[in-house]
């Protein structure tokens, strides 16, 4: 069954380092997002992505943060100057249509110190 | 700002009975509604949706239940297993969130089902 990926499944980084998320979505799937949850709290919105652009970005999605599909396989998060409160785990998901269910990856848990 | 809520933090049901889990939305411009599946360290996983136009649907032993008026959505599970011990967690989308439609999640209810 197609499933989306995401690498690494754990990232320990330093304050102010950057980080870059990898995902690979679902090969026919042409929406794609990205989404935390930071511990014991909900899985909140950041980016949504579709045409080769963002689509939908919540305020959580400062300056910091950048997307990219590189390659057309792959689908990238990058935080630029990592803080503290940016530790959560990062979920990318993918979907066929706008209006439909999303796919999720197994996470990545980004931890700074 | 909850425009999707699940109140019950946590549900425990006996094996073999059902589990009815809840969720209330404000947003009015919401019209599309699941239910996710979360394991500890993975993912969630979708587990069924629902349209606005429609006020139930059913998967296996997965039924979704739509109250527009009311706001109100809920999930049944019948019979509940002990391998549906999970959290599981409502989301919604609606129009206005540009054509990708990102889902706007509840806090998630914890679901143990007792052998």
Redesign the interface.
């Known amino acids: 069954e197609p499933e989306?990926t995401?690498t690494p499944s754990h990232q320990v980084t330093q304050m102010g380092q950057e980080v870059i998320l990898r995902c690979v979505p679902i090969s026919n799937h042409l929406?794609f997002?990205w989404?935390r949850q930071i511990l014991g709290?909900?899985?909140?919105?950041l980016v949504?992505?579709?045409n080769n652009e963002i689509?939908?970005k919540?305020e959580i999605f400062d300056d910091q943060f950048s997307v990219e599909r590189p390659d057309g396989s792959n689908f990238t998060l990058k935080i630029r100057s990592t803080k503290l409160e940016d530790s959560a785990m990062y979920?990318c998901?993918s979907?066929a249509r706008?209006?439909?269910?999303?796919?999720?990856?197994?996470?990545t848990?980004l931890t700074v110190v | 700002d909850q425009q999707v809520k699940q109140n019950s933090p946590s549900l425990s049901v006996q094996e073999g009975r059902i589990s009815i889990l809840n969720c209330d939305y404000t947003n009015s411009m919401f019209d599309y509604f699941l239910w996710y599946k979360k394991y500890p360290a993975e993912g969630p996983t979708f587990l069924i949706s629902i349209s606005s136009i429609k006020d139930k649907n059913e998967d296996g032993r997965f039924t979704v239940f739509l109250n527009k008026s009311a706001k109100h959505l809920s999930l049944h599970i019948v019979p509940s297993q002990p391998g549906d011990s999970a959290v599981y967690f409502c989301a919604a989308s609606g129009r206005g969130s540009g054509s990708a439609r990102q889902l706007t999640f509840g806090s998630g209810t914890q679901l143990t089902v007792l052998p």
């Open positions: 989306v995401q929406y997002y989404y709290q909900k899985v909140e919105f949504s992505f579709y689509s939908e919540s979920f998901a979907s706008g209006v439909s269910e999303a796919f999720f990856g197994q996470g848990r």
